[in-house]
């Protein structure tokens, strides 16, 4: 249940970061931390396979993968993607060394987010 959930609530927040994006928006990649690897990559997986981005009207194409924190910020930035699933940390830091990201949600519920 927890992952259905998560899955909505992360397919919202693409849709509204896609929805927001100031340039015409057509076939979009986004960014996961470790996608493909871990748990956390799994709702924007079925999403696609399901269509539910399209019924939402965010049209992605494809989903990057990067091994979290400065890389998926990194990913994000230099490839002007619209949305990146990056750890709160990571976006932080960013932000204060001056990136221009808003965070809009935080979808990734681990362990290691209470440490």
Known sequence: ??????GVFALFAVTLALGAHD????AEQIVVSNYGVA???MPYA???????FKEA??????????????TTVRNLL???????????AGTV???QQG?????ISDNVLTVGEFV
């Open 46 to 52: 079925i999403a696609i396979e399901k269509g539910f």
């Open 93 to 95: 830091a960013a932000i």
């Open 78 to 88: 230099g490839g002007n993607l619209p949305y990146g699933e990056i750890d709160l």
């Open 39 to 41: 748990a956390n990559g």
């Open 1 to 6: 249940m927890r992952a259905t959930k998560v």
């Open 23 to 26: 340039r015409a928006i057509g």
């Open 99 to 103: 990136a221009d990201l808003k965070i």
């Open 57 to 70: 009207g965010a049209d992605i194409s494809g989903i990057l993968s990067s091994s979290g924190g400065g």
